[in-house]
């Protein structure tokens, strides 16, 4: 069986996902509403301008809307007991996995979009930099959807819920880690070596680049840290549910 | 191919139960095999490894020529699985559903709309192919996942008890489809509780307790395994006493059953002659008597109480 025939198959378990899971309550939460009221408690009140705002809102809103499908869906197939049937059927574990990394993705750069072309619509961005940073934003979405993905192996919990608390445990503090609130560059010596351990710091970076002109890492830098992550997640993703799945359908 | 289905030495453990004990057999093409058990014997362990969902800890398994661990994938290719708790996805329509695991076996889009309007329209569910699979009754359920299972026209179908709890005109039509398909070619390897279905269905059967088989034969060479389970079932015109017929060397036991009596004896010819010389002996008239082969139920319960007794003794 081909790369591309797994690829197709995979797609196939993205539009699934799109169809069951967009509208799903707990995505709706803490994928949308959840960093809407996060990002107003800390700009209001504020004096900011909406271009400084603009590379956090971003950041926030890719993070959360990619990492709010993936640490969901296998726990809610595992109780339905369609994560069974999706494993008898011809597809590679890792197709599985990266179809619902996929749906993430969509998701995740579908909303992230809007600030973006906010950004290019009003506050003046150029073409160039608006091209670059969609094309940051997916692969961001791609590094983070993996993220979620792993974070819902382990414990291998049926219980969606559970799923998204325990993976808000290292969401939350990527967060503020991430010079989303504050840049990195004014944080201190271990405050920058902790940030420099979280994806999301790349990606602000990145939009801080080309936004605001005064990135703290070299572009090519924060693009390899992204795809470096990416590796990392989708690999460790697979790995873990792989050790887990016995336990997922015993 | 004449095994479509090989397993040899497979054995699967989860902590320190042993699920799988080193069970081997063949299913041989075209057949119907009968996988009967009580709960927790190990049926849907031994499926959940012959259809590449898990892996067994020792011996192999081959399916459609394939060995099941090392290319589960064209294994699950060839495959149809109807698995014991229905699991399609209630969020979606039966169509979206029947299209969806179309895509995952990568049947191109012509045949999955004929295929899906095909199937739907020969299980009752084309009026409800565009309602959420959440509204249908547990026999709908159950007939969808049928019609999954054969959307990728697979050489052999698993069946997971696919009439377990089902309404009766539900499970007959299921057990007709069954029947249908193993007419077209289909291998089929059934798992079930009811012993009557196995009876109908199966051309052979193997009876699995506590991970081990405890016999595979065809439904009738099991009952001539048994012949001591026979019986002759008397009613007389007076109640009696079972213990006025204990007198006969080939009676195993005497159960009364209802207002009739049952003798159960390896040698049913001599019992006729000896109930009928006693009921001229008693001045009494036989109302009815017939010859009864152990039912498969009777054969079931007999082969796990004995594997149970050997368990012991190995055990003890």
């Known amino acids: 069986m081909t790369f591309t025939e797994q690829i197709k198959r995979a797609i196939a378990i993205t539009k699934k996902d799109i169809k069951i899971y967009y509208s799903k309550g707990p995505v709706i939460i803490f994928g949308l509403l959840f960093p809407f009221f996060l990002f107003l408690a800390y700009t209001i009140g504020r004096e900011i301008s909406a271009r400084e705002l603009m590379p956090g809102l971003i950041g926030m809103t890719v993070f959360f809307t990619s990492t709010s499908i993936g640490p969901g869906i296998i726990p809610w197939e595992t109780r339905s007991k369609t994560f069974e049937r999706l494993i008898c059927c011809p597809v590679e574990f890792w197709a599985i996995l990266l179809g619902d990394m996929f749906s993430s993705v969509i998701f995740g750069t579908m909303i992230s979009i809007i600030p973006v072309m906010f950004t290019l619509l009003f506050l003046g961005l150029d073409l160039t930099s608006f091209i670059i940073i969609v094309l940051s934003l997916i692969l961001a979405s791609l590094c983070f959807s993996a993220l979620g993905v792993l974070l819902s192996s382990y414990p291998p919990t049926d219980i969606p819920a559970t799923a998204m608390m325990l993976s808000s445990l290292v969401k939350f503090p990527m967060v503020f880690i991430s010079g989303i609130f504050i840049p990195v560059e004014r944080l201190p010596y271990w405050g920058r070596v902790i940030s420099s351990i979280s994806p999301l710091t790349y990606f602000t970076d990145i939009t801080r680049h080309l936004i605001l002109k005064n990135g703290y890492y070299m572009l090519p830098l924060d693009f390899l840290a992204i795809v470096l992550f990416t590796a990392f997640f989708v690999y460790a993703a697979i790995k873990m549910h792989e050790r887990t799945l016995p336990q997922r359908i015993s | ?316």
Not at chain 2, 21 to 26: A, E, I, N
Not at chain 2, 89 to 99: C, H, I, P
């Open chain 2, 1 to 316: 191919m004449t095994s479509p289905i090989k397993v040899d030495n497979l054995t699967k453990r989860f902590g320190e139960i042993v699920a799988v004990d080193h069970v081997s057999f063949k299913v041989r093409k075209g057949e119907i095999f009968g996988f009967l058990g009580p709960n927790g014997a190990g049926k849907t362990t031994t499926i959940r490894i012959l259809t590449g969902i898990l892996k067994p800890d020792e011996g192999k398994a081959f399916v459609a020529g394939y060995n099941v661990v090392e290319e589960p994938v064209k294994v699950k290719q060839r495959i149809g699985v109807v698995p014991e708790v229905s699991n399609a996805y209630v969020d979606l329509s039966a169509w979206s559903n029947l299209m969806l695991i179309g895509e995952l076996y990568g049947v191109p889009k012509k045949e999955r709309v004929e295929r899906a309007t095909k199937f739907l329209k020969e299980f009752g569910l084309y009026q409800a192919r565009n309602r959420l699979v959440r509204g249908f009754s547990k026999g709908m359920k159950q007939r969808l996942l049928l019609c999954m299972a054969l959307m990728n026209d697979p050489e052999i179908l698993f069946l997971d008890e696919p009439t377990s709890g089902l309404d009766v005109e539900s499970a007959r039509l299921v057990r007709e489809k069954i029947q249908q398909y193993n007419d077209d070619g289909k291998t089929i390897f059934i798992s079930t509780h009811n012993m009557e279905e196995a009876n109908l269905l199966c051309h052979r059967i193997a009876i699995i307790n506590h991970g081990q088989i405890a016999a595979i034969d065809t439904p009738e060479n099991l009952r001539l395994q048994s012949m001591e389970l026979q019986y002759v079932e008397v009613l007389f015109n007076k109640p009696i006493k079972k213990e006025e017929l204990m007198h006969h060397p080939e009676i195993v036991k005497v159960v009364p059953a209802g207002n009739k009596i049952r003798i159960y004896t390896a040698n049913p010819s001599a019992i006729i002659e000896f109930v009928v010389e006693f009921a001229k002996k008693c001045e009494m008239r036989i109302l009815s008597l017939n010859t009864m082969m152990p039912s498969l139920e009777d054969i079931f319960i007999k082969l796990v109480r004995e594997h149970r007794e050997n368990d012991f003794y190995r055990t003890d």
